[in-house]
């Protein structure tokens, strides 16, 4: 028999918010892009993450939450990579898209953070024009001078701020706001094509309504990409996300639908986490 989160207010509104955005859709009915196997991430001798199995599922959202110090966001930096910068950061277990091992030792990691883009906690646009960050990286992958001009249009038109900065693409990136600097890291990796966007906590350093602008994108953008997101702002999770993966201690405790982990989850630790029982 199902069980139903014990009521309390924080449960109510998360619950409310849920139901008010999260599809019905459950994973097993969606087509999966990257699956995680048996994935471990070690720090030196410290493992943060533990054995996860997930999968990671075409054009929707997932969030990872959890309290501070899970994994979340090791895991999410595992997806492209970005952990190899560490030097005594090491794997196990596999991370297959398209076949490929990502964690094998060839892959050629350049490639795969084009392919898997990545923007970060604080917006950090290079100190250059607006028209510069875009056009930066593109120069690394042989893009011909003729069609920067249309995809720098087009990956500002679809991160929602050419409007905004269509009149001043030479101004610098940091005469921008906060929100609009963090909207132009989303169009400097949406310029470069990729197939999945990894987000970790985009919106913490942001005011409420640059944080809306991006979550409204963030909902726009799964049209067109498969999309990760780090948060611990649980009504954002329910907000954003069709998938959500519940970590606690390096573990996988839950991976769900985002309405049925939020309203009836499966584990203990879920819901006392959803009650605030702990954060
Ligand atoms: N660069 C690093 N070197 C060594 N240990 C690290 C490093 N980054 C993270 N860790 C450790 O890995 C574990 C998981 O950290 P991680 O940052 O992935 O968690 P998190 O859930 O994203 O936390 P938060 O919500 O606070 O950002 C923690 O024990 C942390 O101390």
């Known amino acids: 028999?199902?069980?139903?989160?014990?009521?309390?207010?924080?449960?109510?509104?998360?619950?409310?918010?849920?139901?008010?955005?999260?599809?019905?859709?459950?994973?097993?009915?969606?087509?999966?892009?990257?699956?995680?196997?048996?994935?471990?991430?070690?720090?030196?001798?410290?493992?943060?993450?533990?054995?996860?199995?997930?999968?990671?599922?075409?054009?929707?959202?997932?969030?990872?939450?959890?309290?501070?110090?899970?994994?979340?966001?090791?895991?999410?930096?595992?997806?492209?990579?970005m952990n190899d910068q560490i030097p005594d950061a090491h794997y196990g277990g596999q991370i297959m898209y398209d076949g490929v091992n990502l964690l094998d030792q060839r892959i050629d990691v350049v490639s795969l953070r084009k392919e898997i883009g990545m923007v970060f906690q604080e917006p950090n646009p290079f100190p250059k024009p607006i028209k510069t960050n875009i056009t930066h990286a593109l120069k690394f992958y042989?893009?011909?001078?003729?069609?920067?001009?249309?995809?720098?249009?087009?990956?500002?038109?679809?991160?929602?701020?050419?409007?905004?900065?269509?009149?001043?693409?030479?101004?610098?990136?940091?005469s921008l706001s906060g929100g609009q600097q963090q909207r132009l890291c989303i169009a400097r990796a949406l310029a470069l094509k990729p197939q999945v966007l990894l987000l970790d906590e985009p919106t913490s350093a942001l005011d409420p309504i640059s944080s809306a602008k991006v979550e409204d994108l963030i909902i726009e953008l799964k049209k067109y990409y498969t999309i990760v997101i780090v948060t611990h702002n649980m009504e954002q999770a329910a907000r954003v996300s069709d998938y959500t993966s519940f970590m606690y201690n390096g573990d996988l405790i839950e991976f769900g639908s985002t309405s049925q982990?939020?309203?009836?989850?499966?584990?203990?630790?879920?819901?006392?986490?959803?009650?605030?029982?702990?954060?």
């Open 142 to 174: 042989r893009t011909k001078k003729s069609e920067m001009d249309d995809i720098v249009e087009s990956a500002l038109k679809q991160a929602a701020l050419w409007e905004e900065v269509k009149n001043r693409l030479g101004s610098s990136a940091q």
């Open 1 to 81: 028999m199902q069980k139903t989160m014990k009521n309390n207010k924080q449960a109510e509104k998360l619950q409310e918010t849920v139901q008010e955005h999260a599809g019905v859709e459950r994973p097993e009915e969606a087509e999966t892009l990257i699956e995680l196997k048996d994935l471990s991430v070690f720090y030196g001798n410290n493992q943060a993450v533990k054995h996860v199995n997930m999968p990671l599922k075409k054009n929707k959202v997932t969030a990872f939450i959890g309290p501070s110090g899970c994994g979340k966001s090791t895991l999410l930096r595992t997806i492209n990579r």
């Open 261 to 279: 982990l939020f309203t009836n989850p499966n584990e203990k630790r879920t819901e006392d986490y959803l009650t605030g029982k702990f954060s």
